[in-house]
Protein backbone atom coordinates (compact mmCIF):
# COMPACT_ATOMS: atom_id res chain seq x y z
CA UNK A 1 0.00 0.00 0.00
CA UNK A 2 2.70 2.46 1.17
CA UNK A 3 4.63 1.25 -2.13
CA UNK A 4 1.15 2.34 -4.41
CA UNK A 5 1.00 5.57 -2.52
CA UNK A 6 4.94 6.37 -3.40
CA UNK A 7 4.30 5.56 -7.03
CA UNK A 8 1.27 7.58 -7.19
CA UNK A 9 2.71 10.74 -5.93
CA UNK A 10 5.76 10.15 -8.04
CA UNK A 11 3.52 10.08 -11.20
CA UNK A 12 1.55 12.95 -10.08
CA UNK A 13 4.95 15.13 -9.58
CA UNK A 14 5.88 13.96 -13.37
CA UNK A 15 2.27 15.09 -14.53
CA UNK A 16 2.52 18.74 -12.57
CA UNK A 17 6.26 18.89 -13.61
CA UNK A 18 4.83 18.15 -17.86
CA UNK A 19 1.97 20.73 -17.61
CA UNK A 20 4.41 23.54 -15.81
CA UNK A 21 6.81 22.34 -18.96
CA UNK A 22 3.89 22.63 -21.54
CA UNK A 23 2.98 26.13 -19.88
CA UNK A 24 6.32 27.73 -19.74
CA UNK A 25 6.66 25.95 -23.54
CA UNK A 26 3.50 27.91 -24.22
CA UNK A 27 4.37 31.11 -23.44
CA UNK A 28 8.29 30.89 -24.64
CA UNK A 29 7.15 31.78 -28.22
CA UNK A 30 7.22 35.10 -29.15
CA UNK A 31 6.78 36.11 -32.56
CA UNK A 32 10.69 37.67 -33.38
CA UNK A 33 9.04 41.50 -33.17
CA UNK A 34 11.47 43.50 -34.19
CA UNK A 35 11.10 47.23 -33.72
CA UNK A 36 11.75 49.34 -36.56
CA UNK A 37 11.75 53.18 -37.76
CA UNK A 38 10.51 53.17 -40.81
CA UNK A 39 7.87 51.04 -42.86
CA UNK A 40 6.86 50.87 -46.35
CA UNK A 41 3.49 50.13 -47.17
CA UNK A 42 2.86 47.90 -50.79
CA UNK A 43 0.27 48.59 -52.96
CA UNK A 44 -2.81 46.73 -51.95
CA UNK A 45 -2.99 43.17 -53.96
CA UNK A 46 -6.09 41.92 -54.89
CA UNK A 47 -5.70 38.73 -56.94
CA UNK A 48 -8.45 36.26 -55.52
CA UNK A 49 -11.20 38.91 -56.21
CA UNK A 50 -11.93 41.79 -58.52
CA UNK A 51 -11.63 44.87 -55.79
CA UNK A 52 -13.19 48.87 -57.21
CA UNK A 53 -9.88 50.82 -58.23
CA UNK A 54 -11.16 53.75 -55.83
CA UNK A 55 -11.36 51.28 -53.29
CA UNK A 56 -7.68 49.78 -54.09
CA UNK A 57 -6.49 53.39 -53.66
CA UNK A 58 -8.41 54.39 -50.85
CA UNK A 59 -7.40 51.84 -48.63
CA UNK A 60 -3.50 52.43 -49.58
CA UNK A 61 -3.84 56.51 -49.15
CA UNK A 62 -5.98 55.85 -46.16
CA UNK A 63 -3.04 53.05 -44.75
CA UNK A 64 -0.26 55.83 -45.17
CA UNK A 65 -2.13 58.51 -43.92
CA UNK A 66 -2.98 56.51 -40.68
CA UNK A 67 0.64 55.17 -40.84
CA UNK A 68 1.81 58.47 -40.48
CA UNK A 69 -0.39 59.52 -38.42
CA UNK A 70 -0.47 56.99 -35.82
CA UNK A 71 2.31 54.57 -36.55
CA UNK A 72 4.33 56.12 -34.59
CA UNK A 73 7.62 55.47 -37.65
CA UNK A 74 9.56 58.47 -38.16
CA UNK A 75 9.60 57.32 -42.01
CA UNK A 76 6.08 55.90 -43.94
CA UNK A 77 7.21 54.84 -47.45
CA UNK A 78 5.25 53.95 -50.41
CA UNK A 79 5.60 51.76 -53.18
CA UNK A 80 8.65 52.27 -55.13
CA UNK A 81 10.11 55.06 -53.03
CA UNK A 82 14.10 54.92 -53.74
CA UNK A 83 14.73 56.48 -50.30
CA UNK A 84 13.54 53.12 -48.71
CA UNK A 85 16.42 51.19 -49.92
CA UNK A 86 18.68 53.37 -47.65
CA UNK A 87 16.25 52.64 -44.48
CA UNK A 88 18.41 50.09 -41.70
CA UNK A 89 15.76 49.23 -39.47
CA UNK A 90 12.75 48.93 -42.37
CA UNK A 91 9.51 46.91 -42.02
CA UNK A 92 7.34 45.84 -45.08
CA UNK A 93 4.03 45.62 -45.19
CA UNK A 94 2.26 43.13 -47.91
CA UNK A 95 -1.64 43.57 -47.87
CA UNK A 96 -4.03 41.55 -50.01
CA UNK A 97 -7.64 41.67 -49.98
CA UNK A 98 -9.44 38.29 -49.41
CA UNK A 99 -12.79 39.37 -48.87
CA UNK A 100 -15.04 42.30 -49.99
CA UNK A 101 -18.33 43.28 -49.82
CA UNK A 102 -20.17 46.50 -51.28
CA UNK A 103 -23.25 47.50 -49.41
CA UNK A 104 -25.14 50.42 -50.15
CA UNK A 105 -25.03 53.77 -48.37
CA UNK A 106 -28.82 54.29 -49.20
CA UNK A 107 -30.05 50.96 -47.78
CA UNK A 108 -27.66 51.96 -44.31
CA UNK A 109 -29.33 55.33 -44.62
CA UNK A 110 -32.73 54.33 -44.82
CA UNK A 111 -32.87 50.93 -43.16
CA UNK A 112 -29.77 51.29 -40.47
CA UNK A 113 -29.35 47.55 -40.23
CA UNK A 114 -29.01 46.65 -44.01
CA UNK A 115 -26.12 47.65 -46.26
CA UNK A 116 -23.14 47.09 -44.35
CA UNK A 117 -19.38 47.35 -46.30
CA UNK A 118 -16.55 45.21 -45.61
CA UNK A 119 -13.52 44.24 -46.45
CA UNK A 120 -11.21 41.54 -45.34
CA UNK A 121 -7.55 42.22 -46.01
CA UNK A 122 -4.48 39.96 -45.02
CA UNK A 123 -2.09 41.73 -43.65
CA UNK A 124 1.45 40.60 -43.58
CA UNK A 125 4.56 42.26 -42.16
CA UNK A 126 7.75 41.38 -42.98
CA UNK A 127 11.74 42.83 -43.06
CA UNK A 128 13.90 43.99 -45.68
CA UNK A 129 14.75 40.53 -47.09
CA UNK A 130 11.08 39.05 -47.03
CA UNK A 131 11.23 37.32 -43.89
CA UNK A 132 7.90 37.21 -42.14
CA UNK A 133 7.14 39.24 -38.86
CA UNK A 134 3.66 39.21 -38.48
CA UNK A 135 0.54 37.99 -40.13
CA UNK A 136 -2.48 39.16 -39.53
CA UNK A 137 -6.20 39.23 -40.87
CA UNK A 138 -7.90 42.63 -40.41
CA UNK A 139 -11.51 43.81 -41.51
CA UNK A 140 -12.77 47.07 -42.07
CA UNK A 141 -16.29 47.76 -42.09
CA UNK A 142 -19.15 50.40 -42.26
CA UNK A 143 -22.05 50.23 -40.71
CA UNK A 144 -24.21 52.82 -40.09
CA UNK A 145 -23.22 56.23 -41.15
CA UNK A 146 -20.89 57.27 -44.22
CA UNK A 147 -19.59 56.13 -47.73
CA UNK A 148 -18.60 52.80 -48.63
CA UNK A 149 -14.94 54.25 -48.78
CA UNK A 150 -15.28 54.52 -44.97
CA UNK A 151 -14.56 50.95 -44.66
CA UNK A 152 -11.52 51.69 -45.96
CA UNK A 153 -10.74 54.18 -43.31
CA UNK A 154 -11.70 51.61 -40.73
CA UNK A 155 -9.38 48.87 -41.85
CA UNK A 156 -6.89 51.56 -41.96
CA UNK A 157 -7.01 52.85 -38.37
CA UNK A 158 -6.79 49.47 -37.06
CA UNK A 159 -3.79 47.79 -38.92
CA UNK A 160 -2.02 51.46 -37.88
CA UNK A 161 -2.82 50.75 -34.19
CA UNK A 162 -1.39 46.83 -34.97
CA UNK A 163 1.83 48.31 -36.65
CA UNK A 164 2.17 50.52 -33.76
CA UNK A 165 1.53 48.05 -31.11
CA UNK A 166 4.22 45.43 -32.78
CA UNK A 167 6.63 47.46 -34.67
CA UNK A 168 7.31 51.03 -33.66
CA UNK A 169 9.71 51.77 -31.54
CA UNK A 170 7.70 54.54 -29.66
CA UNK A 171 4.47 52.75 -29.53
CA UNK A 172 1.07 54.66 -28.77
CA UNK A 173 -0.29 55.00 -24.98
CA UNK B 1 -15.82 82.19 -113.08
CA UNK B 2 -15.39 78.63 -114.23
CA UNK B 3 -15.85 75.79 -112.55
CA UNK B 4 -12.24 74.58 -111.71
CA UNK B 5 -11.67 78.36 -110.50
CA UNK B 6 -14.82 77.62 -108.33
CA UNK B 7 -12.83 74.38 -107.12
CA UNK B 8 -9.55 75.88 -106.04
CA UNK B 9 -11.37 78.95 -104.12
CA UNK B 10 -13.83 76.49 -102.54
CA UNK B 11 -10.06 74.30 -101.79
CA UNK B 12 -8.34 77.29 -100.15
CA UNK B 13 -11.25 78.56 -98.36
CA UNK B 14 -11.74 74.86 -96.72
CA UNK B 15 -7.62 75.31 -96.43
CA UNK B 16 -7.95 78.22 -94.55
CA UNK B 17 -11.01 77.50 -92.52
CA UNK B 18 -8.98 74.49 -91.12
CA UNK B 19 -5.52 76.46 -90.89
CA UNK B 20 -7.80 78.69 -88.12
CA UNK B 21 -10.04 75.71 -86.96
CA UNK B 22 -6.24 73.92 -85.77
CA UNK B 23 -5.06 76.16 -82.58
CA UNK B 24 -8.86 75.87 -81.37
CA UNK B 25 -7.90 72.18 -80.96
CA UNK B 26 -5.00 72.76 -79.64
CA UNK B 27 -6.09 75.12 -76.62
CA UNK B 28 -6.34 73.52 -73.45
CA UNK B 29 -9.40 72.45 -72.93
CA UNK B 30 -12.32 73.69 -70.33
CA UNK B 31 -11.74 72.98 -66.49
CA UNK B 32 -13.82 70.58 -65.19
CA UNK B 33 -16.20 72.13 -61.98
CA UNK B 34 -17.71 70.44 -59.22
CA UNK B 35 -15.22 68.35 -58.55
CA UNK B 36 -14.91 66.61 -55.21
CA UNK B 37 -11.37 65.58 -54.49
CA UNK B 38 -11.75 62.02 -51.85
CA UNK B 39 -8.43 61.22 -50.83
CA UNK B 40 -4.74 61.53 -52.73
CA UNK B 41 -3.58 65.07 -53.58
CA UNK B 42 -0.93 66.11 -51.96
CA UNK B 43 -1.41 69.34 -50.06
CA UNK B 44 -4.92 68.99 -50.56
CA UNK B 45 -7.90 68.28 -47.62
CA UNK B 46 -9.74 65.15 -48.10
CA UNK B 47 -13.23 66.15 -49.66
CA UNK B 48 -12.40 69.16 -50.61
CA UNK B 49 -14.52 71.11 -54.05
CA UNK B 50 -12.83 72.69 -56.38
CA UNK B 51 -12.16 71.84 -60.30
CA UNK B 52 -9.68 69.47 -62.95
CA UNK B 53 -8.04 70.97 -65.54
CA UNK B 54 -5.24 69.96 -67.94
CA UNK B 55 -2.64 72.87 -67.73
CA UNK B 56 0.36 71.99 -70.04
CA UNK B 57 0.84 68.66 -69.48
CA UNK B 58 -0.29 68.38 -65.80
CA UNK B 59 -3.54 67.31 -64.31
CA UNK B 60 -4.34 69.91 -62.14
CA UNK B 61 -6.82 70.01 -58.68
CA UNK B 62 -6.95 73.73 -57.80
CA UNK B 63 -9.93 75.62 -55.24
CA UNK B 64 -9.44 79.02 -53.77
CA UNK B 65 -7.38 77.79 -50.99
CA UNK B 66 -4.62 75.38 -52.29
CA UNK B 67 -3.51 74.06 -55.69
CA UNK B 68 -1.95 70.38 -56.95
CA UNK B 69 -0.91 69.27 -59.94
CA UNK B 70 0.33 65.56 -61.30
CA UNK B 71 2.12 65.20 -64.66
CA UNK B 72 0.22 63.64 -66.82
CA UNK B 73 3.14 61.73 -68.19
CA UNK B 74 3.34 60.02 -65.07
CA UNK B 75 0.20 58.57 -64.87
CA UNK B 76 0.41 54.97 -64.51
CA UNK B 77 -4.01 54.19 -64.83
CA UNK B 78 -6.92 56.49 -64.93
CA UNK B 79 -10.23 54.11 -64.04
CA UNK B 80 -13.47 55.82 -64.62
CA UNK B 81 -16.82 54.59 -62.36
CA UNK B 82 -19.90 56.14 -60.90
CA UNK B 83 -21.52 56.41 -57.88
CA UNK B 84 -24.44 58.54 -55.80
CA UNK B 85 -24.99 60.62 -52.99
CA UNK B 86 -27.27 62.26 -51.38
CA UNK B 87 -28.93 64.74 -53.08
CA UNK B 88 -29.05 66.78 -49.70
CA UNK B 89 -25.38 66.40 -48.31
CA UNK B 90 -23.36 68.14 -46.48
CA UNK B 91 -23.83 69.87 -43.21
CA UNK B 92 -27.30 70.66 -44.35
CA UNK B 93 -27.64 66.93 -44.81
CA UNK B 94 -26.92 65.93 -41.71
CA UNK B 95 -29.17 68.47 -39.95
CA UNK B 96 -31.82 66.43 -41.71
CA UNK B 97 -30.87 62.99 -40.23
CA UNK B 98 -32.98 64.81 -37.07
CA UNK B 99 -35.47 65.88 -38.21
CA UNK B 100 -38.81 64.51 -37.13
CA UNK B 101 -41.04 61.70 -38.23
CA UNK B 102 -37.82 60.33 -39.80
CA UNK B 103 -37.76 62.69 -42.45
CA UNK B 104 -33.44 62.20 -42.87
CA UNK B 105 -34.53 58.61 -43.79
CA UNK B 106 -36.93 59.31 -46.11
CA UNK B 107 -34.89 62.62 -47.88
CA UNK B 108 -31.92 59.66 -48.09
CA UNK B 109 -34.16 57.73 -50.97
CA UNK B 110 -33.48 61.14 -52.99
CA UNK B 111 -29.89 60.56 -54.58
CA UNK B 112 -27.90 62.34 -57.35
CA UNK B 113 -25.55 60.17 -59.89
CA UNK B 114 -21.81 61.22 -59.99
CA UNK B 115 -18.90 60.08 -62.00
CA UNK B 116 -15.90 59.10 -59.85
CA UNK B 117 -12.09 59.22 -61.46
CA UNK B 118 -9.30 57.31 -59.48
CA UNK B 119 -5.86 57.77 -60.95
CA UNK B 120 -2.68 56.54 -59.91
CA UNK B 121 0.88 57.71 -60.37
CA UNK B 122 3.97 57.78 -59.17
CA UNK B 123 6.21 60.78 -58.60
CA UNK B 124 10.01 62.20 -58.92
CA UNK B 125 11.52 59.54 -56.13
CA UNK B 126 9.02 56.48 -57.64
CA UNK B 127 6.93 56.34 -54.78
CA UNK B 128 3.08 55.17 -56.17
CA UNK B 129 0.67 57.93 -55.59
CA UNK B 130 -3.43 57.46 -55.96
CA UNK B 131 -5.59 59.98 -55.95
CA UNK B 132 -9.78 59.95 -56.20
CA UNK B 133 -12.13 62.17 -57.55
CA UNK B 134 -15.89 62.75 -58.08
CA UNK B 135 -17.70 64.80 -60.50
CA UNK B 136 -20.62 65.85 -62.46
CA UNK B 137 -21.86 62.74 -64.74
CA UNK B 138 -20.47 62.20 -68.09
CA UNK B 139 -17.12 64.20 -66.99
CA UNK B 140 -15.07 61.65 -65.82
CA UNK B 141 -15.19 59.53 -69.01
CA UNK B 142 -14.38 62.99 -71.43
CA UNK B 143 -11.79 64.03 -69.31
CA UNK B 144 -10.04 60.47 -69.16
CA UNK B 145 -9.84 60.47 -73.08
CA UNK B 146 -8.31 63.40 -72.89
CA UNK B 147 -5.53 62.26 -70.62
CA UNK B 148 -4.87 59.13 -72.46
CA UNK B 149 -4.51 61.30 -75.63
CA UNK B 150 -1.81 63.65 -74.27
CA UNK B 151 0.29 60.18 -72.85
CA UNK B 152 -1.39 58.93 -69.87
CA UNK B 153 -1.64 55.14 -69.41
CA UNK B 154 -4.43 53.37 -68.25
CA UNK B 155 -5.02 49.16 -67.90
CA UNK B 156 -8.50 49.79 -69.00
CA UNK B 157 -9.28 51.33 -72.84
CA UNK B 158 -11.28 54.39 -72.87
CA UNK B 159 -14.51 52.51 -74.74
CA UNK B 160 -17.43 54.61 -76.74
CA UNK B 161 -20.19 53.13 -74.94
CA UNK B 162 -22.91 54.33 -77.58
CA UNK B 163 -21.57 51.24 -79.16
CA UNK B 164 -21.50 48.47 -77.13
CA UNK B 165 -24.10 49.74 -75.19
CA UNK B 166 -25.34 46.28 -73.77
CA UNK B 167 -22.04 45.98 -72.24
CA UNK B 168 -21.93 47.94 -69.46
CA UNK B 169 -21.55 46.58 -66.44
CA UNK B 170 -24.04 47.08 -63.79
CA UNK B 171 -21.53 48.42 -60.72
CA UNK B 172 -19.23 50.64 -62.81
CA UNK B 173 -18.75 51.95 -66.12
CA UNK B 174 -15.45 49.85 -67.10
CA UNK B 175 -14.45 46.02 -66.97
CA UNK B 176 -11.06 45.01 -65.70
CA UNK B 177 -9.83 42.47 -68.32
Known amino acids: MKRFCCSIAVALVIFAGLVALMKVNAFAVPPPITKASAIQVLMIQSDELKLPAEFQISLYENLIRQLEKKGGFQHVYREGDAAAAGASDLVVLHSTVRGFKQGSERARQVTTVAGATSIDVHCQFTDKSGTALLDSDIKGKVRFFGANLKATYDFAKKAAKIANVNFSASPAK | ?177
Not at chain 2, 5 to 19: F, H, T, Y
Not at chain 2, 83 to 102: K, N, V
Not at chain 2, 151 to 174: F, M, Q, Y
Open chain 2, 1 to 177: MGLRDRKIALGAALSACAWLAAPCGAQQAAPVTGVVQVIGMSGIKEHANGSLAIDGGNLQFSNSKAKASVAIASLQDIVTGNDSQRALHGTLGTLTMFGPYESGRFLSLFRSKLDTLTIQYVDASGAVHGAIFTMPVGKADALKKQLVALGAHTTIPVVDEKKAPDSKPAAGKEEKP
